[in-house]
């Protein structure tokens, strides 16, 4: 399947928000050289903001696992607030309403900075819910991180707050 010149490969493990950031990168690399079958739609494609139709791509591509590293670091705290504690909320919604496994990747941020704030709103409402994620703090290298928490993706661990 292919949308605009895009490939969409038929049958995806992983679908990969946040691809084009620093640890999305090193996740689709990763994942690429693993043989791993991996949809990492540009933000221009999708847009988290809109959860009808994030929920519409998800039902679409029927994949396996959603790892979220989608994030906003700039200066507009209305965007903060949508990228790192909405989008993510929404997606935990979506991904209980389809009994979806998924992995939303949090980096360390000054606590009491606005996206600091704003990420560790969106962790404490994740793991409140009942949906079935993996939250990954990171706690190492970025490179060491992405292998740590492909390595839980993996492990058949419980999901719940890692510090990796």
């Known amino acids: 399947m292919s949308s605009e010149g895009i490939f969409i490969p038929e049958n995806i493990d992983v679908l990969l928000f946040g691809g084009c950031g620093e640890i999305g990168t090193i996740f689709k690399k990763t994942l690429v050289e693993s043989e791993t079958p991996l949809f990492a739609p540009p933000h221009d494609l999708i847009d988290l903001h809109h959860s009808e139709y994030v929920k519409m791509l998800i039902e679409g591509l029927k ?18 607030r949508h990228t790192n504690s909405l989008a993510p909320l929404t997606l935990s919604e979506i991904c209980l309403s389809l009994d979806l496994p998924w992995m939303h990747v949090v980096r360390n941020h000054p606590a009491r900075s606005a996206l600091g704030r704003t990420c560790e709103e969106a962790v404490v409402a994740i793991k409140d819910s009942e949906s079935k994620c993996y939250i990954c703090k990171m706690k190492s290298s970025p490179e060491a991180f992405v292998t740590k928490c492909l390595e839980l993706k993996e492990s058949g661990k419980d999901h719940g707050l890692y510090e990796l």
């Open 63 to 80: 994949p396996q696992m959603i790892i979220n590293c989608a994030s906003y670091s700039g200066e507009d705290e209305e965007i903060i």
